[in-house]
């Protein structure tokens, strides 16, 4: 039986970075926000692991959907195959979590197309193992990522609209990043663990001038996200930039507000897209 699932992006709603740990990572305080832009991936019975990919780039034995369906074979000793089918929607190196989403997405499904005897927090375990995003993914909606980013805790999903404005910016630019952030880059936490409180307690959605950790270092590596920025700002929005970028969004309550800044950006021959928020559970995989 074909089994398929939706594996969405996520945007970062602030991200501070604490300070570089002694294990060589950096503490950070983000919040992390599933939306309606996915992949999709698709699982067929196979005697072998395969993989293709309408992006033939990504179809390679690195890709994070393979690594996640040899780690689950290994860890439960199961033999069985799969062939499995990827259709990207989310570009590549953007900020946005695609391979990180399209991982979770293997996890999920290959534990239902072998029949395995694993729960939740043994699968959330294995996405451990492939980052700290897999493990996000795995339930979606809205999380207070701590730590490494891999300390979870969800909120509630605030109703939001998005204009996104992708930018690829490599399949090394995270690491590149992160390598470049000096402590002048660095923040208490304050900000983010502020607003999600106010999620928590119900107040909803009130928030500009998000911070992240990454402006200095990002606006430096990619001066196109300064073109973005005054496009968004020039529309009359708020502009943010997505993880550690290089992708720039938007935040809204107002559906009417973000489809026209990305209206306004479209006619400057910008690429812009409007998705919304994705509590946990919105995109439900489907026989």
């Known amino acids: ?6 594996a969405p992006a996520k945007v970062n709603l602030g991200l501070e970075v604490l300070g570089r740990r002694s294990d060589g990572y950096h503490d950070l305080v983000t919040i992390l926000q599933t939306v309606s832009l996915a992949d999709e991936l ?39 195959g799969a062939h499995l089918e990827l259709h990207k929607a989310i570009p590549a190196g953007a900020g946005l979590g695609g391979g990180s989403s399209d991982a979770a997405a293997a996890l999920r499904l290959l534990r239902r197309a072998w029949d ?67 402590p002048e880059d660095w923040s208490d936490g304050s900000r983010v663990t502020a607003l999600a409180a106010r999620l928590r307690s119900g107040q909803g959605w009130e928030e500009r001038g998000l911070p992240n950790a990454f402006e200095r270092v990002a ?40 489809e026209r800044i990305a209206a306004f950006v479209r006619s400057a021959g910008w690429k812009a897209l409007v998705v919304r928020s994705l509590g946990p559970g919105e995109w439900p995989d489907v026989p």
């Open 116 to 182: 395995l005897n694993l729960d939740d927090r043994a699968l959330q375990r294995l996405a451990g193992h492939l980052g700290a995003d897999v493990a996000f993914f795995l339930r979606g909606g809205t999380q207070l990522a701590t730590g490494r980013g891999d300390e979870l805790e969800p909120l509630p999903t605030p109703a939001l609209w998005i204009v996104l404005i992708p930018i690829e910016g490599g399949a090394d630019k995270t690491s590149r990043l992160y390598r470049a952030l000096r």
């Open 42 to 80: 698709s699982v067929s019975p196979s005697e072998d692991l395969t993989l293709v990919c309408d992006d033939p780039s990504l179809a390679v034995t690195e890709n994070l959907v393979l690594r996640a369906a040899h780690l689950l074979r290994a860890s439960t000793g199961t033999s069985q």
């Open 219 to 258: 606006l430096a590596t990619y001066p196109v996200i300064g073109e973005a920025w005054r496009l968004i700002r020039d529309a009359g929005g708020e502009p943010v930039l997505c993880g550690a970028g290089p992708s720039v969004v938007s935040i809204h309550r107002d559906r009417e507000q973000a």
């Open 1 to 6: 039986m074909r089994l398929v699932a939706w």
